[in-house]
């Protein structure tokens, strides 16, 4: 499985503001995906995103909202733009695996608190 | 969309007893995974089933996906305190990377 670094791994944020969260892998890989866990909750796909095209967002998501960059095959961002309260959660970065990209791995994730 | 019924929501058990936790869809599912998700952490994959019938183990672990492809169990062996975390199942249909999570189990494990 491939080792994935996310950071910062923690950050509390006031309102307004907007924070980048970096994800590396120690191998490339073709798509990389942005993943959201409120507190209590399960995990909610944010975006996929693919090297040298715009992230593609899920339903109740926009890149206005949470930009997305994948400058190479090791590499992405994701920024939290104009942050409130409600932004607060774990952001998890995650790599797909297998033989038909069946199986995803994830980072440790960003614990996110917003003021 | 699709959605997963995860269950039970949280158990309370004795080290060494066995654990039984399950999900179902109102929709099939080609691929199903479980994951763990100690405090802090993300999620770690602990195993995946890609076919109807398939019965898998890890360890003190097994997992099956469902006939019917709409569901998955998990039974833990002879649990042991370190097995306190939250358990996810997640399907996956024809997206790639697209996973629908379930709502989690809370395992606790008295010594």
């Known amino acids: 499985s491939a080792v994935i670094s996310q950071k910062p791994s923690r950050d509390i944020c006031q309102r307004g503001t907007s924070l980048t969260i970096q994800c590396q892998v120690d191998?490339?890989?073709?798509?990389m995906f942005w993943y959201r866990q409120q507190p209590g909750q399960s995990l909610t796909l944010i975006a996929t995103?693919?090297?040298?095209?715009?992230?593609?967002?899920e339903s109740g998501f926009v890149i206005d909202k949470f930009p997305i960059s994948r400058p190479n095959l090791t590499f992405s961002t994701l920024t939290v733009s104009n942050m409130s309260p409600e932004d607060s959660s774990i952001y998890l970065c995650?790599?797909?695996?297998?033989?038909?990209?069946?199986?995803?791995?994830f980072g440790s994730g960003t614990q996110l608190s917003v003021l | 969309g699709q959605q997963l019924n995860q269950s039970p929501q949280s158990m309370f058990i004795q080290e060494g007893e066995d654990v039984s936790m399950n999900c179902t869809s109102s929709?099939?599912?080609?691929?199903w995974l479980w994951y763990k998700q100690d405090p802090g952490e993300g999620p770690v994959l602990l195993i995946a089933?890609?076919?109807?019938?398939e019965l898998t183990s890890n360890g003190r672990l097994t997992a099956q996906f469902g006939i019917t492809r709409k569901d998955s169990f998990l039974n833990i062996s002879a649990s042991i305190p370190s097995d306190v975390g939250i358990y996810f199942c997640?399907?996956?249909?024809?997206?790639?990377?697209?996973?629908?999570f379930g709502q989690g189990t809370i395992l606790t494990v008295h010594p």
């Open positions: 997640a399907g996956q249909g024809t997206s790639y990377g697209k996973l629908t």
């Open positions: 995650s790599v797909e695996s297998g033989s038909f990209g069946e199986k995803l791995f």
């Open positions: 191998s490339q890989v073709t798509m």
């Open positions: 089933l890609y076919k109807a019938g």
């Open positions: 929709s099939i599912f080609n691929t």
């Open positions: 995103a693919n090297q040298g095209s715009e992230a593609t967002y």
